[in-house]
């Protein structure tokens, strides 16, 4: 059974600050790890992918991946109340085109 | 389209009923997906479509749910005999081709299903 953890939170952070948001997972053979962001009563939306070990900037996002670990990590910079929302993590590879979703983690940001 | 479609957005549905739900992916997208998002839940894969193939259903539930795509565009997903525990979001996703490291999943805005 192939598994994508998250812890499920929820995290809250103070505007400015940096939030983290972490994720493992189980098959070793997974190839490419992408962060959604969710709003409630909407469908997720991409933040990034990453699918080589290190880090991923993209504006006020990084992704780190650590395949030794196997473990992925989103981090947003200079947090707005406009970031909060639920995070997913996701998985894909090892043989499938299916995107396994880790459960997601809710972030609020406060004023 | 400019994203991916879905129809319609909410479906209330009595127990016994069959529904189908339509999704009308992003042009030129080979690869297309249908999950569903119960309350509370994570994204559950259902089907995955390669062109009009399905090489992975290994999420359906149960042989109340199947689906189709035609023409290697729009895909249905039909409920037959509706129970209450079908009650979720119903999210299609559509990428370029499914397979390259990195293809990205794009998803539609989702079909809300409440069977009473």
């Known amino acids: 059974q192939k598994e994508v953890e998250q812890n499920s939170g929820p995290l809250s952070v103070p505007e400015g600050a940096i939030a983290s948001l972490n994720c493992t997972y189980s098959?070793?053979?997974?190839?490419?790890f992408f962060w959604y962001r969710q709003y409630s009563g909407k469908s997720p939306e991409l933040i990034m992918f990453i699918y080589s070990n290190g880090d991923k900037e993209d504006g006020r996002f990084t992704a780190q991946l650590n395949k030794a670990s196997q473990y992925v990590s989103l981090l947003i910079r200079d947090s707005q109340p406009s970031d909060s929302a639920t995070y997913l993590c996701?998985?894909?590879?090892?043989?499938?085109?299916?995107?396994?979703f880790g459960k997601g983690m809710k972030l609020t940001v406060n004023p | 389209g400019a994203g991916v479609s879905q129809s319609p957005s909410n479906k209330v549905t009595e127990k016994g009923k069959d529904v189908e739900l339509r999704c009308d992916p992003i042009?030129?997208?080979?690869?297309l997906y249908w999950y569903r998002q119960s309350l509370g839940q994570g994204l559950e894969f259902l089907i995955y479509?390669?062109?009009?193939?399905?090489?992975?259903k290994s999420g359906l539930p149960s042989d109340r749910f199947s689906a189709e795509r035609t023409g290697g565009s729009v895909s249905t997903l039909t409920i037959q005999r509706t129970q209450q525990e079908d009650s979720a979001v119903y999210l299609c996703?559509?990428?370029?081709?499914?397979?390259?490291?990195?293809?990205?999943?794009?998803f539609g805005p989702g079909t809300r299903l409440t069977v009473l």
């Open positions: 996703a559509s990428s370029l081709s499914g397979s390259q490291a990195g293809d990205t999943q794009y």
């Open positions: 098959d070793r053979g997974s190839q490419s």
């Open positions: 996701a998985a894909m590879g090892g043989g499938s085109e299916k995107l396994v």
């Open positions: 479509f390669q062109g009009n193939s399905a090489p992975d």
């Open positions: 042009s030129g997208h080979t690869a």
